[in-house]
């Protein structure tokens, strides 16, 4: 059975950011190469000075001028729904993305330029953390407001407004995110986008690829089973929900999903 290129490569041990981000954007732009995206970042980089040698602030600020003010990148809160914002490609033609894939330029281009940044997956608002040479604090930048740095109190409204206001900033708050995290919340951020105009075939797609990339969870398998249900794929349906019940027999949700599995049609028969 021929292995799809998403697949074989959320297999593997080793993730790559740039590399996950290309073959997400492929499902909608199938001539799109991974190739492509790390020349498209490479071009992103041309003009911004090697600032891994300077002290953070001032090496932050010089890649956050480039990459907002010189090119112009900026957040879309005029359509942040849009799906292109989810599509590293559509990102970086257009110039305007969500906080994950701003954040996963801002990446690539501070990783040309000699800094060390990652993902922090943080509550209702993906943010990039730039480590210190000295072990020190990171300093927490926003991709989607220019990249200015993070104050305490910034954090602290941040995380209030996305879980309530008598949350705690804690240090997992800011922990690094996987390669797989990251992209498994792309994946969510697009699904999401299909979903609310009702692309269904297109939502089903970007659950496939969160389920490749989380094969032991139970809820992507659910999800993935409800959607080819309603897309009259029963036998995807029925494999995906008999999974979902197998890795989670005690979810709250059994007796919804089993009277799904009784209204699908049978297995056909091998006889």
């Not at 991974?34 to 602030?57: F, N, R, S, T």
């Not at 501070?110 to 730039?130: E, I, Q």
């Not at 897309?231 to 989670?248: F, M, P, Q, V």
Request: aromatic residues 4%.
């Amino acid at each position: 059975m021929r292995v799809e290129p998403f697949d074989a490569f959320a297999e593997s041990p080793e993730l790559d950011l740039e590399a996950g981000a290309a073959l997400v954007a492929r499902d909608d732009n199938p001539s799109l190469t991974v190739a492509d995206v790390a020349a498209a970042l490479d071009e992103v980089a041309e003009g911004c000075p090697e600032v891994g040698h300077l002290p953070i602030e001032k090496g932050v600020a010089i890649l956050a001028d480039h990459l907002y003010n010189v090119l112009g990148f900026r957040g879309d809160d005029q359509t942040y729904g849009d799906p292109r914002n989810s599509r590293i490609d559509e990102v970086i033609a257009r110039r305007r993305g969500i906080p994950i894939t701003l954040a996963i330029v801002f990446l690539g281009l501070a990783k040309r330029r000699g800094v060390t940044a990652r993902g922090v997956s943080f509550p209702g608002h993906f943010l990039v953390r730039v480590e210190r040479d000295d072990g020190g604090p990171p300093l927490v930048l926003d991709p989607f407001h220019g990249g200015r740095p993070m104050e305490h109190a910034d954090l602290v409204r941040l995380l209030r407004r996305a879980t309530g206001p008598s949350a705690r900033l804690e240090p997992k708050h800011l922990e690094p995110a996987s390669v797989r995290a990251i992209l498994v919340r792309v994946l969510q951020n697009l699904k999401a986008a299909h979903l609310a105009r009702g692309a269904w075939a297109h939502a089903l797609v970007a659950v496939s690829r969160i389920v490749a990339l989380m094969p032991r969870e139970p809820s992507p398998l659910r999800e993935r089973g409800m959607l080819q249900a309603q897309l009259g794929a029963a036998a995807g349906a029925r494999e995906d929900l008999e999974r979902y019940l197998t890795l989670a027999p005690d979810a709250g949700d059994v007796a919804t999903v089993r009277q799904v599995l009784d209204r699908l049609a049978p297995a056909p028969s091998l006889n």
